[in-house]
């Protein structure tokens, strides 16, 4: 630790953090309790209590952007699995790893606005995958992918999977390699089979980054994936794709009622914190019982 | 952690063992899988590339095939018709004007935080790492009112200032991470020869912390790089408008034209395309960085 | 200990200094920074180029031609164009003069106290002749100059009608005739009818058209908001339920749900769609394209409304803030706007007609323009476009969603009809304070 004479001074280092984290967060996450009790018009607005969050939680459009956002967690269960199978692939060294990972990381290097627009020509009722499918006669799998609201939510789900899952297999594989290599020689001595030691040795010690990954994704699939939306369908076809950052962004800019798109913004922070408290907690139980 | 980093990145051995070289049915369904995996990656990126060289016409009935010709007309048309380049140059002075901003504020607080007592360290650095989980779409709309009074709104400072503060608790969470494994000796070394803290932690600090603030860099301006919301709301002026906002644009501009769609996002993919080939470890340490303890 | 103190404060200023530089630096390089007022500068922030390409170059034009006033323009982004002018008179930074779109789009401005009235401030003949309809008054007063005319029809490609052996020349005029003409052209091998409504806009266009047939006036809309009517009587949704039986004839294109609204238009032009709703702006390009083959016409009538059959003219237009002290000014440079040279030179740049009675139509180059320009523009038969009368809510809430849903199959016109009663509710209940002002609005239009 450095000492100093003057005590003040490590104030002097985290007060422009301290300005920033205010201006940025403090700020808003104060003044969206304000504004969500307020009929706001332009800047400012009549007191009105409650009514703002009475009328979303009785707008049914509210409940299907929320039922959306929870549908779109489905992903995190799915690229979990799939990237540990890949990421393990690749940490087995096939021959071309290197090659494999690097190419696998491309859709993450493309935007997302980039992807939803690419994707969303590919999946027209004409467009390219439909008529590859027609091509080898699978005529009857070539659905409205992006024009039907019993589909659309599906089809953006694949590509945010799409592009998601490289995160997730990235990170999977740097983890594997900073495992304990001899430990895994070891049991391979012992005569563990594949399997064995992928479940019992290599999973067991994945426990903190998957974790970490159900965490961060979680609250991506809730609030992260506007630009998805905007750029595929805008919420729909219909209200198939609505979901609760679009909700918030058409209050805002549409409707011009930025109170209600507080009052939204109010119960978004208050799920999410929600969270952060419960990977808090279930971090300290881990680090308590690791101490034992 | 980043003793972990550094692991993982020396044991990228490219020795392969010789029993993994036998071509095993175990061998030849990882293959396979790795192989559809690398053809699901790729599919739409070359259905982007190989449409933005056909013409209208010809895309009309043939949406896989190969291009009769390579055809640059859609690239000079989108070229000429929308700034892309303005657009860049946009995406580029946020990206950097918000790392810069949020790498100086982040350094000078992680060093306090990691090498000095204070009251109040723990919470502060509790409550900033929490933020990094926080969804941007709930602080949009005061500072959407907010910046409306200021008369910040399209203007590159007043979205800097934003961005730095949404990458900053990732900044401050790394590089405090990174400054406690530093050795004390030679942070005590430097203050005996007359070192002032601030001192130290430019001349000494920083110059050890190539790894971290590199990551730092690559995360967070492809954050902002790519951000569609932020960008949406607060630069609503032409001449202040970001590639994501621009491609918003174009592509509701000529969807009825999807070859030059493509050129135009063959354009606005290359330059980060550009930047992995050529920093591609630095990409993937990077994007795992915050996630290994 | 005291020297290093003293060392790191100067290092700390060295830092923030830094900081500041690159901050200023940021601001001061040209283009950076948002367009500053100056004392005598017009302010003018519009939107257009997105639909009518060529205005951006006429504005250029305009403004470089303009002696009067040093003007700045700005071209919004769509999302915003109301949000981002409402925000700032809140603020007190409105722009001088600001794009209107007709109806609604401005009158909540107007309810708001943020717009100025033009009568008194233009020249009342140039207002008089610049074609802003009627939705563009509030208690006698108007808030809107015209700037240029758009006409909503149907659109149809001749060559399809010929090969389906149906008289090119005199399209359906009546539901029976439509349904009897789809199915002609479905016999011959091309979708009849449909578009693309993925971005939902065709379903504004469709209630624009269709609604309009069951009513006897505009103000009758008005009265589906403010509670003296419902759209779940069946006269109300009854154009949703025409539109259903498009559907489960089989006469809508079947990438109509993946397309968007202008690709779903270019089924026409190249052939493989006999008719789609479209907008008069596109004409002049697509009549080029075919070499003449395209038609134009309003929507075969089912209802039995006043304004069943009538041509419906919308136009784009502009107004001046009621906070500028610049009102004088800003009114001169409309006006200059429409003086004869800058009406020539709209044609010129944008192949597209001005909002302007008084405009040199002899340069019109084709019998179809020719046809807007005497059918829709400037024709007293000319009925105001209904979904200008509804608040933006309704738009994506329920005509996207109804429209949707419906060429999707998941709905029926019924259910739409429910929904749409739905929306109106909760928009009466998400704004309480604006649905006086709807009351003033209706008797006004009566």
């Given at each position: 630790?450095?000492?100093?004479?003057?005590?003040?001074?490590?104030?002097?280092?985290?007060?422009?953090?301290?300005?920033?984290?205010?201006?940025?967060?403090?700020?808003?996450?104060?003044?969206?309790?304000?504004?969500?009790?307020?009929?706001?018009?332009?800047?400012?607005?009549?007191?009105?209590?409650?009514?703002?969050?009475?009328?979303?939680?009785?707008?049914?459009?509210?409940?299907?952007?929320?039922?959306?956002?929870?549908?779109?967690?489905?992903?995190?269960?799915?690229?979990?699995?799939?990237?540990?199978?890949?990421?393990?692939?690749?940490?087995?060294?096939?021959?071309?790893?290197?090659?494999?990972?690097?190419?696998?990381?491309?859709?993450?290097?493309?935007?997302?606005?980039?992807?939803?627009?690419?994707?969303?020509?590919?999946?027209?009722?004409?467009?390219?995958?439909?008529?590859?499918?027609?091509?080898?006669?699978?005529?009857?799998?070539?659905?409205?992918?992006?024009?039907?609201?019993?589909?659309?939510?599906?089809?953006?789900?694949?590509?945010?999977?799409?592009?998601?899952?490289?995160?997730?297999?990235?990170?999977?594989?740097?983890?594997?390699?900073?495992?304990?290599?001899?430990?895994?020689?070891?049991?391979?001595?012992?005569?563990?089979?594949?399997?064995?030691r992928l479940w019992f040795i290599i999973l067991p010690q994945m426990a903190g980054v998957i974790e970490f990954y159900f965490v961060v994704s979680f609250i991506t699939m809730i609030a992260a994936v506007f630009s998805y939306i905007f750029m595929i369908g805008k919420g729909g076809p219909g209200t198939s794709t609505m979901v609760l950052e679009l909700y918030i962004f058409n209050f805002l800019t549409r409707s011009s009622l930025p109170g209600v798109a507080s009052a939204v913004s109010v119960m978004l922070f208050l799920v999410t914190t929600v969270l952060i408290l419960i990977l808090f907690w279930v971090r300290r139980g881990e680090r308590e019982q690791e101490l034992a | 952690m980043n003793a972990n980093i550094r692991d993982a990145d020396y044991s990228e051995s490219d020795s392969i063992p010789a029993e993994r070289r036998r071509l095993t049915p175990g061998m030849v369904a990882r293959q396979a899988v790795l192989l559809f995996g690398v053809f699901l990656a790729l599919a739409p990126a070359g259905y982007m590339l190989l449409t933005a060289f056909k013409t209208k016409e010809e895309y009309l009935f043939d949406k896989i095939g190969l291009p009769d010709a390579l055809v640059l007309t859609n690239f000079s048309e989108a070229l000429v018709q929308n700034p892309f380049l303005l657009w860049m140059r946009n995406s580029a002075i946020l990206a950097i004007g918000a790392v810069l901003l949020s790498t100086v504020i982040a350094a000078l607080a992680a060093f306090a935080i990691a090498r000095m007592q204070f009251r109040g360290r723990d919470l502060l650095l509790s409550i900033s790492t929490s933020l990094m989980v926080i969804p941007p779409v709930v602080m949009i709309v005061p500072l959407f009112v907010l910046y409306t009074r200021l008369h910040l709104m399209s203007t590159f400072h007043g979205t800097i200032i934003i961005y730095a503060g949404l990458i900053t608790p990732f900044s401050v969470y790394l590089l405090v991470s990174f400054f406690r494994t530093l050795p004390t000796e030679i942070l005590e070394a430097a203050l005996i020869d007359g070192a002032s803290p601030?001192?130290?932690?430019?001349?000494?600090?920083?110059?050890?912390?190539?790894?971290?603030?590199?990551?730092?860099?690559?995360?967070?301006?492809?954050?902002?790089?790519?951000?569609?919301?932020?960008?949406?709301?607060?630069?609503?002026?032409?001449?202040?408008?970001?590639?994501?906002?621009?491609?918003?644009?174009?592509?509701?501009?000529?969807?009825?034209?999807?070859?030059?769609?493509?050129?135009?996002?063959?354009?606005?993919?290359?330059?980060?395309?550009?930047?992995?080939?050529?920093?591609?470890?630095y990409f993937i340490r990077g994007l795992t960085a915050g996630a290994l303890k | 200990m005291k020297h290093s103190r003293r060392l790191s404060r100067r290092d700390f200023l060295k830092t923030s200094a830094a900081l500041g530089a690159g901050l200023t630096l940021s601001q001061s390089l040209p283009a950076l920074a948002r367009t500053r007022r100056q004392d005598d500068e017009l302010v003018m922030?519009?939107?257009?180029?997105?639909?009518?390409?060529?205005?951006?170059?006429?504005?250029?034009?305009?403004?470089?031609?303009?002696?009067?006033?040093?003007?700045?323009?700005?071209?919004?982004?769509?999302?915003?164009?109301?949000?981002?002018?409402?925000?700032?008179?809140?603020?007190?930074?409105?722009?001088?003069?600001?794009?209107?779109w007709n109806g609604i789009y401005h009158m909540e401005s107007v309810w708001f106290g943020y717009l100025a009235p033009l009568n008194g401030l233009v020249d009342q003949a140039v207002l008089d002749r610049s074609g802003a309809t009627r939705l563009s008054f509030y208690q006698g007063d108007q808030y809107r100059i015209g700037w240029y005319p758009l006409p909503m029809i149907w659109e149809y490609n001749k060559d399809v009608f010929d090969a389906a052996g149906l008289d090119a020349d005199n399209p359906p005029?009546?539901?029976?005739?439509?349904?009897?003409?789809?199915?002609?052209?479905?016999?011959?091998?091309?979708?009849?009818?449909?578009?693309?409504?993925?971005?939902?806009?065709?379903?504004?266009?469709?209630?624009?058209?269709?609604?309009?047939?069951?009513?006897?006036?505009?103000?009758?809309?008005?009265?589906?908001?403010?509670?003296?009517?419902?759209?779940?009587?069946?006269?109300?949704?009854?154009?949703?339920?025409?539109l259903e039986e498009l559907k489960t004839s089989g006469f809508l294109n079947d990438s109509m749900s993946s397309l968007e609204l202008y690709p779903g238009i270019d089924l026409v032009v190249t052939g493989q769609l006999g008719m789609s709703e479209s907008i008069g702006t596109r004409v002049p390009a697509d009549n080029d394209t075919l070499n003449g083959r395209v038609g134009v016409m309003t929507m075969p009538v089912f209802g039995t409304g006043a304004l069943a059959g009538k041509p419906i003219l919308d136009s784009q237009g502009l107004g001046i803030s009621s906070q500028t002290e610049q009102k004088e000014q800003a009114a001169a440079f409309l006006e200059f706007m429409h003086a004869p040279e800058q009406l020539a030179k709209f044609w010129e740049l944008t192949h597209w007609m001005p909002a302007d009675s008084t405009w040199d139509s002899s340069v019109i180059d084709a019998p179809i323009v020719q046809q807007l320009w005497d059918g829709w523009v400037t024709s007293a038969d000319s009925i105001p476009y209904i979904p200008n009368l509804m608040p933006a809510q309704f738009w994506t809430d329920a005509m996207f969603v109804a429209s949707q849903e419906i060429i999707a199959g998941t709905m029926t016109g019924e259910a739409a009809g429910d929904l749409a009663a739905r929306v109106v509710q909760e928009w009466r209940d998400f704004n309480p304070d604006l649905v006086e002002n709807y009351q003033k609005w209706a008797d006004d239009l009566r």
């Open positions: 630790m450095i000492r100093t004479k003057n005590p003040l001074l490590p104030y002097f280092f985290v007060a422009p953090l301290v300005l920033l984290l205010l201006f940025v967060f403090g700020y808003p996450l104060v003044q969206i309790f304000d504004f969500s009790f307020r009929r706001i018009r332009g800047i400012d607005g009549p007191w009105v209590g409650l009514e703002n969050y009475q009328l979303i939680l009785n707008q049914p459009l509210f409940h299907e952007a929320v039922q959306h956002n929870v549908q779109l967690l489905i992903a995190v269960p799915i690229i979990l699995i799939l990237s540990l199978i890949i990421a393990v692939i690749l940490y087995d060294r096939v021959p071309g790893w290197r090659i494999y990972r690097t190419i696998v990381f491309i859709p993450y290097i493309l935007a997302v606005p980039i992807v939803a627009v690419v994707l969303k020509k590919f999946f027209q009722y004409d467009g390219p995958f439909n008529e590859a499918l027609r091509v080898v006669g699978l005529d009857l799998f070539a659905l409205d992918w992006m024009g039907s609201p019993d589909l659309a939510l599906w089809t953006v789900l694949s590509v945010i999977i799409w592009r998601e899952i490289v995160f997730c297999i990235v990170l999977m594989l740097a983890r594997l390699l900073s495992l304990d290599e001899e430990m895994l020689e070891a049991a391979q001595l012992d005569g563990a089979g594949w399997w064995q | 601030l001192g130290v932690l430019w001349r000494v600090v920083i110059p050890l912390s190539g790894p971290p603030l590199v990551t730092l860099f690559v995360v967070n301006a492809l954050y902002v790089w790519n951000d569609l919301l932020i960008a949406l709301i607060f630069l609503q002026s032409d001449d202040s408008r970001t590639l994501m906002a621009g491609l918003s644009v174009f592509q509701g501009r000529y969807n009825n034209q999807i070859p030059l769609t493509m050129a135009g996002m063959v354009m606005a993919s290359l330059p980060m395309l550009i930047l992995y080939i050529l920093f591609q470890r | 922030w519009w939107w257009g180029e997105q639909e009518l390409p060529g205005l951006q170059a006429w504005v250029d034009d305009t403004v470089a031609a303009y002696t009067g006033a040093k003007v700045s323009a700005m071209l919004q982004n769509t999302d915003v164009v109301i949000s981002q002018f409402q925000t700032a008179a809140a603020a007190n930074e409105a722009p001088d003069v600001q794009f209107l005029k009546t539901w029976d005739a439509l349904l009897d003409a789809c199915d002609k052209i479905k016999t011959s091998g091309v979708d009849p009818i449909g578009g693309g409504v993925q971005d939902g806009f065709w379903g504004e266009w469709y209630l624009g058209h269709a609604l309009a047939q069951s009513l006897d006036s505009p103000s009758e809309a008005l009265d589906l908001f403010i509670g003296d009517l419902d759209f779940r009587e069946p006269k109300y949704h009854e154009f949703w339920v025409r």
